[in-house]
């Protein structure tokens, strides 16, 4: 059973661009969450969903910034116009459903790097 | 708002214990949680706490709780080269609520 898979791993943008960061869940877990780690800071919530279905984006950015989880494929969360302070660590995690928080397991992550 | 606050560095000699510790603001956090890190790489759940416990030990990690305080350790014993990484301790809200706050992270570093 493969673990959580981020894709890219690392990915580098210039001012302006979009940056698109995939991830796809355990086997069986139906919900995803997004969480954002800047240098030298804890993870910070952003986004929490489960299939078609956003349920709580209370760490979004209310500009620029979308997620995703359709029927089938990926969890995409989306960056329009990105800024150098978007520069970050950008993990996903999944858990099965009917789980709390405990049972998160986390991605290896996606580097953003915008120049 | 929730805090999660840690020391950002702890240094170690192998076999020695190493004890990094934690403080939370949220009172009603009903998980305590320890992840490690390690280069390039996602975080793994280490081990919980229910907020009605003092104390769970597993193999050589062992946390202890000091719910009046608000204080949470973790205790590594006989630390190895391979312990280092960066640990990071997490609290999870009751009342319904589901999402960890996180602290900044202790980067655990240990010599040979």
């Known amino acids: 059973n493969a673990g959580v898979m981020q894709n890219p791993r690392h990915l580098v943008r210039r001012r302006g661009q979009e940056a698109r960061l995939r991830c796809s869940p355990m086997?069986?877990?139906?919900?995803v969450y997004w969480y954002r780690q800047l240098p030298e800071e804890g993870l910070k919530f952003m986004v929490y969903?489960?299939?078609?279905?956003?349920?709580?984006e209370s760490g979004m950015p209310k500009e620029r910034f979308s997620a995703e989880f359709p029927k089938e494929g990926p969890s995409i969360l989306r960056i329009q116009q990105v800024v150098r302070g978007d520069s970050a660590a950008y993990f996903c995690?999944?858990?099965?459903?009917?789980?709390?928080?405990?049972?998160?397991?986390f991605g290896p992550g996606t580097r953003l790097t915008v120049l | 708002g929730e805090d999660v606050e840690q020391s950002l560095f702890l240094s170690v000699r192998e076999g020695d214990s190493s004890v990094i510790n934690c403080t939370y603001t949220?009172?009603?956090?009903?998980?305590l949680y320890w992840y490690k890190q390690e280069p390039g790489a996602g975080l793994q759940l280490l081990t919980y706490?229910?907020?009605?416990?003092d104390m769970k030990q597993d193999q050589r990690l062992t946390v202890l709780l000091n719910k009046k305080d608000k204080h949470l350790s973790l205790r590594i014993a006989d630390t190895q080269t391979g312990d280092s990484a960066i640990y990071f301790c997490?609290?999870?809200?009751?009342?319904?609520?589901?999402?960890?706050?996180f602290g900044r992270g202790t980067s655990l570093i240990v010599h040979p």
């Open positions: 949220d009172s009603s956090s009903t998980y």
């Open positions: 997490a609290s999870g809200p009751g009342g319904g609520s589901y999402i960890p706050t």
């Open positions: 995690a999944s858990s099965p459903p009917g789980q709390g928080p405990d049972t998160q397991y």
């Open positions: 706490i229910f907020s009605n416990m």
């Open positions: 969903l489960q299939k078609e279905n956003i349920i709580d």
């Open positions: 086997k069986g877990h139906s919900h």
